[in-house]
């Protein structure tokens, strides 16, 4: 054991402890403009000034508690012994991928299941996605059942250990990746002490992953509470197997660790919630729209939102979970309505959803947002499988989120979009769509080209009026009177044009709700 734990030794870097007792503001509204529409410059400049002041003066923390806690030595021995992760990712690693599947049910597979080769590339993904890790070699492995104690038969594993001695003359190995799920005790407990090598599940990946691009102080809160599940379903499962002499368990000290630690996250996440809920109230009494933009990981959410709201700031990567704060941008609809866009964290398969509901503090956002925006990679050979994914884990959330009513826990509409459409022939983009097993009506786009966009805008137009109660109005009033100003500032004005009729009087199209225009009448009528 003493070959490999120097790799396991957690400490956090000194360029991260700044972040620990800094908490920034969780997101402020951008002013950009959007791709169609015009405005009055004034009267929107100065709504958006005063709207920011407001959400910032309501999100100067996320919460007054100490979060000096996070930055727990004791906890991190614990966390860095279940999962083989430490937070000093600038560590080198060179791993080997192992990606189980069973071999019967892949016999089985139709054009829209998720193959092995899939299943392994995705890993290959996990793994470039931290900086400095390096895959020494990946491989399929066939086998009856992924639940067996030992995981691998003996021939298989003979098999492997020989590949493995094989492949250290070559090249240096510091640890396994097995891509499943999760590994049971058992399971880790045996590949460790054949293989001497750390060994790795695609939660633990994934939970690495995340404390890497966890910046703020939510995302780390969240990330955080996700880590706790799988350290105390491991201890369970050691605690079941009686292996206190095989050298992992949890002491009680370190068990009212976690406790305290997880008491502590829920209180400071209770918080968040609370003042996310504040938000949406302010959003709501300023009568913005909101639509929420989900999707799998590294599907192009962020590349859309920048493409729609031409935000220079936003600087979309090529990574899996490179989102993982739920931040708000402004956009104009055609019509010139403004519209709220929610970016959140990304889905991925084969993990347990209980990871993703310990975000609903910041999913809560795009879970009750007025329409949802689901956009696909239409160029992943796994696009089906990752769509009928992510619109299970909202279903999910959904579900959790109202505390178990399935009655009140209906999804908002949701725009089915598929990104990346200019990585394929316009052949295969048709027999994509064609495979979709939902009859509605998608949009082919590319973000990164910006094309498709208009004809999106103008359904999510449509959408946010219906779902808002908003409609178009033409509306004839005194040519720079009061009425004019008020308009300009409490709806959104499509165009003007003079009225033939009357030289003193305007003609100006809306797109204004009931409750706003009963203010209208009742202000000037």
Same mark, same amino acid.
């Given at each position: ?168 003359? !070559? ?90 630690? !997880? ?93 993703? !509901? ?95 966009? !208009? ?71």
């Amino acid at each position: 054991m003493k070959c490999f734990r120097s790799v396991l030794r957690v400490a956090w870097p000194a360029q991260l402890r700044p972040f620990i007792t800094q908490i920034p503001a969780r997101f402020k509204y951008t002013q950009h403009q959007g791709v169609k529409g015009i405005r009055n410059r004034k009267s929107f400049y100065e709504a958006q000034m005063q709207a920011g002041l407001q959400e910032k003066s309501d999100t100067t923390a996320v919460s007054s508690g100490d979060m000096r806690f996070l930055d727990d030595r004791a906890y991190d021995e614990v966390a860095g012994g279940a999962m083989r992760i430490s937070r000093d990712v600038a560590t080198a690693q060179h791993v080997f991928i192992l990606q189980p599947y069973v071999k019967w049910s892949a016999k089985r597979t139709t054009p829209n299941d998720v193959t092995p080769d899939d299943q392994l590339a995705e890993a290959t993904a996990l793994i470039h996605s931290l900086p400095n890790w390096q895959v020494a070699r990946s491989l399929k492995v066939p086998l009856e059942s992924l639940e067996r104690k030992t995981l691998f038969g003996s021939g298989k594993l003979a098999e492997l250990k020989q590949l493995m001695t094989d492949l250290r003359q !070559e090249r240096q190995v510091t640890c396994l990746f097995v891509s499943k799920g999760t590994l049971s005790f058992a399971q880790k407990q045996f590949l460790e002490t054949e293989f001497q090598l750390p060994v790795l599940d695609r939660y633990s990946v994934v939970i690495q992953i995340l404390r890497l691009h966890a910046t703020s102080a939510e995302a780390r809160l969240q990330v955080a509470l996700a880590e706790l599940p799988y350290i105390w379903a491991l201890a369970k499962d050691a605690s079941v197997t009686q292996t206190r002499r095989q050298g992992y368990s949890l002491s009680d000290l370190q068990k009212e660790i976690l406790r305290t630690r !997880e008491r502590k996250l829920r209180a400071e996440l209770d918080g968040v919630r609370r003042q996310r809920q504040l938000l949406r109230q302010k959003r709501k009494q300023q009568n913005y729209p909101v639509a929420a933009v989900v999707g799998y990981t590294n599907a192009g959410k962020t590349s859309l939102i920048k493409a729609l709201t031409v935000e220079d700031k936003l600087q979309p990567r090529n990574q899996l979970f490179a989102t993982l704060d739920v931040t708000a941008h402004a956009g104009n609809l055609p019509c010139n309505q403004q519209l709220i866009y929610m970016d959140t964290v990304g889905f991925m398969s084969d993990l347990p959803t209980g990871l993703f !509901e310990c975000f609903v503090a910041t999913l809560e956002d795009a879970m009750l947002a007025d329409i949802i925006i689901h956009v696909q990679d239409l160029s992943h050979p796994c696009h089906s499988a990752q769509r009928g994914h992510v619109e299970s884990t909202l279903r999910s959330l959904a579900f959790s989120i109202a505390g178990g009513d399935s009655s009140v826990s209906q999804l908002p509409p949701i725009i089915n979009v598929y990104n990346k459409c200019d990585l394929l022939t316009p052949k295969a983009q048709l027999a994509a769509v064609v495979q979709q097993p939902n009859t509605e009506v998608g949009h082919l786009i590319s973000a990164r080209a910006q094309t498709g966009l !208009e004809p999106l805008l103008k359904d999510v137009e449509k959408q946010i009026l219906a779902a808002t109660g908003r409609r178009k109005l033409q509306v004839r009033v005194p040519s720079g009177g009061p009425e004019m100003a008020w308009l300009y500032k409490n709806a959104a004005v499509v165009d003007t044009r003079a009225d033939e009729q009357n030289a003193e009087k305007i003609l100006m199209r809306v797109v204004i709700s009931q409750r706003t225009l009963e203010q209208f009448k009742r202000e000037f009528c």
